[in-house]
């Protein structure tokens, strides 16, 4: 592990080898958006136009800001729609919408948009909801910043992974997700840069499903697959 | 002696203190000034105790101010403060002119102060018009509100905007608080401070004392609720809630725990409904405590087999965290910011109604495996979530944030 290095993660292209991890870590903190829905109708209008850091906030936000973990449906419209609109059909469907299917926040929205709508067209009455159960769309800003640490090979990190912050693990393997082609994690598209050898690490990086689960449980599952295929304690 | 930040570690966990580090550096050496309007009682006051002292181990140059004034002052802040609450209060020109002359006041000492400082943070209605009374402000400042203004008297609401819109940023604890302003508003919700009287870790003797200073049995089943004698904390309802739960178990008691009620004619109203609700049980306990006894009330929630809070309405009913973080299940109402506490079959239980709470008590107390897990879930839910140092993470984001206020994601380093 070394100290003070500012490289980015990620390969270096025609390096013979990539540069050093740079472990980052990062922190949310909601805003209020004014925007409130009273029934689905609502929802869907604000839908059309809110920010996709509000879209952002309600899907992955949930895992660094106050709220319990075991929810019975993973992202703030499903469970409001389960909670406070009693609507369990449409639930389940908003549920299953999971931001790393899509390109980009904007194709998400398309899909919430398409699954309300028609829900909408079926509907034969509208439920609403009392005053303080309106859903309030919260917009977030990320901080990040470089906690100075970064590990040169793929191996040092197996070491640093059980003891890195939930915002760290966020930043890496959730946030990523919107800042690298294909849905892709920092530490994918790192060991990209080491070729072959690290191919079974990626993999199984690839196969974990972070929608259903905690950065703590995150954190744990990432560490075994490095200890497993790499080789090291966690 | 550990410094703070040591002793929070102990408490919340290396992570966040570590967190709290990192986020602190580009704040390093910055004037940092907290307003508000008493040193002592009540809970903002018991919050920047603590605040303070902790923002200064993290390097950031911060001091608290209060402002002061005189019965009529008091008055009025009582009047914006139960307006902004959503009760109809009176709001008369002199009022008003007790409002602005005493702010006026304290500015002319507090500008000095005030002005060069990097970033002030304003608590709540009393101090609010300082802003425009430092036109030489260099810095950010940012109203933080700690009041539930969901449903204020719009009246009221329309007055203290005047002062409030201005700033360059405002803070609310949930979204159903905030109200349309021309500035970013920030979400944070309250904390406890888990090394302060109301919440550290206490001697069983001292736990035993209390119990024994109130004449309860330990041998016994015992609920609580800890709350001012207010209709919509709903001590009646509660009463009736033991009374249906005791027809299965015979042995238990209540204590109904409130703060005295000299100075507020319908708390005493209720607290006589209270009483009169009680009758003759002798295993009712309606205690009227003093604000200052922090470590009685923490005592008597180590001491309950369950907490209740069931409130008709709430803001975000810290009484709720603070039962949470000493392991016990809470049956709460189903109502406001409990509701983000309290998760059905995991931290205890959202009610309806005193039977729905009568339910649950027969429900939890037959089961005292269910009860420890349930409380072991329910402080570690507290730990993650509801603890100064997350609040104070969340300052210091919103601050960074502040200073990028257009962008979603900040870059540092």
Same mark, same amino acid.
């Given at each position: 592990?070394?100290?003070?290095?500012?490289?980015?993660?990620?390969?270096?292209?025609?390096?013979?080898?990539?540069?050093?991890?740079?472990?980052?870590?990062?922190?949310?903190?909601?805003?209020?958006?004014?925007?409130?829905?009273?029934?689905?109708?609502?929802?869907?209008?604000?839908?059309?136009?809110?920010?996709?850091?509000?879209?952002?906030?309600?899907?992955?936000?949930?895992?660094?800001?106050?709220?319990?973990?075991?929810?019975?449906?993973?992202?703030?419209?499903?469970?409001?729609?389960?909670?406070?609109?009693?609507?369990?059909?449409?639930?389940?469907?908003?549920?299953?919408?999971?931001?790393?299917?899509?390109?980009?926040?904007?194709?998400?929205?398309?899909?919430?948009?398409?699954?309300?709508?028609?829900?909408?067209?079926?509907?034969?009455?509208?439920?609403?909801?009392?005053?303080?159960?309106?859903?309030?769309?919260?917009?977030?800003?990320?901080?990040?910043?470089?906690?100075?640490?970064?590990?040169?090979?793929?191996?040092?990190?197996?070491?640093?992974?059980?003891?890195?912050?939930?915002?760290?693990?966020?930043?890496?393997?959730?946030?990523?997700?919107?800042?690298?082609?294909?849905?892709?994690?920092?530490?994918?598209?790192?060991?990209?840069?080491?070729?072959?050898?690290?191919?079974?690490?990626?993999?199984?990086?690839?196969?974990?499903?972070?929608?259903?689960?905690?950065?703590?449980?995150?954190?744990?599952?990432?560490?075994?697959?490095?200890?497993?295929?790499?080789?090291?304690?966690? | 002696?550990?410094?703070?930040?040591?002793?929070?570690?102990?408490?919340?966990?290396?992570?966040?203190?570590?967190?709290?580090?990192?986020?602190?550096?580009?704040?390093?050496?910055?004037?940092?000034?907290?307003?508000?309007?008493?040193?002592?009682?009540?809970?903002?006051?018991?919050?920047?105790?603590?605040?303070?002292?902790?923002?200064?181990?993290?390097?950031?140059?911060?001091?608290?101010?209060?402002?002061?004034?005189?019965?009529?002052?008091?008055?009025?802040?009582?009047?914006?403060?139960?307006?902004?609450?959503?009760?109809?209060?009176?709001?008369?020109?002199?009022?008003?002119?007790?409002?602005?002359?005493?702010?006026?006041?304290?500015?002319?000492?507090?500008?000095?102060?005030?002005?060069?400082?990097?970033?002030?943070?304003?608590?709540?209605?009393?101090?609010?018009?300082?802003?425009?009374?430092?036109?030489?402000?260099?810095?950010?400042?940012?109203?933080?509100?700690?009041?539930?203004?969901?449903?204020?008297?719009?009246?009221?609401?329309?007055?203290?905007?005047?002062?409030?819109?201005?700033?360059?940023?405002?803070?609310?604890?949930?979204?159903?608080?905030?109200?349309?302003?021309?500035?970013?508003?920030?979400?944070?919700?309250?904390?406890?401070?888990?090394?302060?009287?109301?919440?550290?870790?206490?001697?069983?003797?001292?736990?035993?004392?209390?119990?024994?200073?109130?004449?309860?049995?330990?041998?016994?089943?015992?609920?609580?609720?800890?709350?001012?004698?207010?209709?919509?904390?709903?001590?009646?309802?509660?009463?009736?809630?033991?009374?249906?739960?005791?027809?299965?178990?015979?042995?238990?008691?209540?204590?109904?725990?409130?703060?005295?009620?000299?100075?507020?004619?319908?708390?005493?109203?209720?607290?006589?409904?209270?009483?009169?609700?009680? #009758?003759?049980?002798?295993? *009712? +306990?309606? %205690? !009227?405590?003093?604000?200052?006894?922090? =470590?009685?009330?923490? /005592?008597?929630? @180590?001491?309950?087999?369950?907490?209740?809070?069931?409130?008709?309405?709430?803001?975000?009913?810290?009484?709720?965290?603070?039962?949470?973080?000493?392991?016990?299940?809470?049956?709460?109402?189903?109502?406001?910011?409990?509701?983000?506490?309290?998760?059905?079959?995991?931290?205890?239980?959202?009610?309806?109604?005193?039977? #729905?709470?009568?339910?649950? *008590? +027969?429900? %939890? !107390?037959?089961?005292?495996?269910?009860? =420890?897990?349930?409380? /072991?879930?329910? @402080?570690?839910?507290?730990?993650?979530?509801?603890?100064?140092?997350?609040?104070?993470?969340?300052?210091?984001?919103?601050?960074?944030?502040?200073?990028?206020?257009?962008?979603?994601?900040?870059?540092?380093?």
């Amino acid at each position: 592990m070394s100290r003070g290095d500012d490289a980015p993660p990620g390969p270096l292209g025609s390096d013979p080898e990539p540069r050093p991890f740079a472990l980052k870590d990062c922190a949310l903190v909601a805003l209020a958006t004014g925007r409130r829905a009273q029934n689905l109708k609502e929802l869907r209008d604000h839908l059309l136009t809110v920010s996709a850091s509000s879209l952002y906030y309600h899907f992955w936000g949930g895992l660094l800001h106050p709220g319990f973990e075991e929810r019975a449906y993973a992202n703030d419209l499903a469970e409001w729609v389960h909670q406070s609109l009693h609507d369990t059909a449409l639930a389940e469907r908003l549920a299953v919408i999971d931001p790393s299917d899509f390109a980009d926040l904007e194709a998400m929205r398309e899909e919430l948009l398409e699954a309300i709508e028609a829900h909408l067209d079926q509907a034969s009455a509208l439920a609403w909801v009392p005053v303080d159960r309106q859903f309030q769309f919260v917009r977030s800003q990320i901080v990040v910043f470089d906690t100075r640490r970064s590990v040169a090979r793929p191996e040092d990190l197996t070491p640093m992974l059980a003891t890195l912050s939930a915002g760290s693990v966020f930043y890496h393997f959730i946030d990523a997700r919107q800042r690298l082609p294909e849905g892709s994690d920092d530490f994918r598209a790192w060991l990209a840069g080491w070729g072959e050898p690290y191919r079974p690490v990626r993999d199984r990086l690839g196969a974990i499903d972070p929608y259903f689960t905690t950065l703590h449980e995150l954190r744990a599952e990432i560490a075994i697959v490095f200890a497993e295929t790499l080789g090291g304690e966690t | 002696m550990p410094s703070l930040l040591e002793a929070y570690a102990e408490v919340a966990g290396a992570d966040i203190v570590e967190h709290l580090r990192q986020l602190a550096e580009p704040l390093r050496g910055m004037t940092l000034v907290h307003v508000n309007s008493t040193r002592l009682g009540g809970g903002v006051a018991e919050i920047l105790d603590r605040l303070v002292p902790l923002m200064r181990e993290l390097g950031i140059d911060a001091r608290w101010e209060v402002i002061t004034g005189e019965a009529p002052f008091y008055a009025a802040t009582k009047a914006l403060h139960n307006g902004l609450q959503g009760q109809r209060a009176p709001w008369t020109p002199s009022f008003q002119e007790a409002y602005v002359e005493t702010n006026a006041r304290n500015a002319e000492q507090l500008r000095p102060i005030l002005e060069p400082a990097d970033l002030v943070f304003v608590h709540d209605p009393q101090p609010a018009p300082l802003l425009g009374l430092c036109p030489g402000r260099r810095g950010k400042w940012i109203w933080r509100c700690h009041v539930d203004a969901s449903h204020p008297d719009r009246r009221i609401w329309r007055y203290l905007r005047r002062f409030v819109a201005d700033y360059d940023a405002s803070i609310f604890s949930l979204a159903a608080f905030a109200q349309p302003l021309p500035h970013p508003q920030y979400l944070i919700a309250p904390s406890i401070d888990p090394l302060g009287d109301k919440n550290r870790e206490l001697p069983d003797a001292e736990v035993d004392a209390v119990r024994a200073r109130f004449g309860l049995d330990p041998g016994r089943p015992m609920i609580l609720q800890v709350s001012r004698f207010d209709r919509f904390k709903d001590p009646v309802g509660v009463i009736q809630a033991y009374r249906l739960a005791k027809r299965f178990i015979p042995g238990l008691q209540l204590v109904l725990a409130g703060g005295g009620a000299s100075d507020d004619p319908e708390g005493e109203a209720v607290y006589r409904e209270a009483e009169a609700s009680a #009758g003759e049980d002798p295993d *009712i +306990r309606l %205690l !009227l405590l003093p604000a200052d006894a922090h =470590a009685t009330i923490n /005592a008597l929630q @180590r001491a309950a087999s369950l907490v209740l809070q069931k409130s008709l309405r709430e803001g975000f009913g810290l009484t709720v965290t603070e039962a949470m973080w000493k392991g016990k299940p809470v049956i709460g109402g189903d109502t406001g910011g409990i509701r983000l506490q309290v998760i059905d079959y995991h931290t205890g239980f959202l009610v309806n109604s005193p039977e #729905g709470a009568a339910l649950r *008590i +027969r429900y %939890l !107390l037959q089961r005292p495996r269910r009860v =420890a897990e349930m409380g /072991a879930k329910a @402080r570690a839910y507290v730990q993650e979530n509801f603890l100064l140092t997350r609040q104070v993470r969340e300052y210091l984001t919103a601050v960074l944030g502040l200073h990028h206020a257009t962008e979603d994601r900040i870059e540092l380093g």
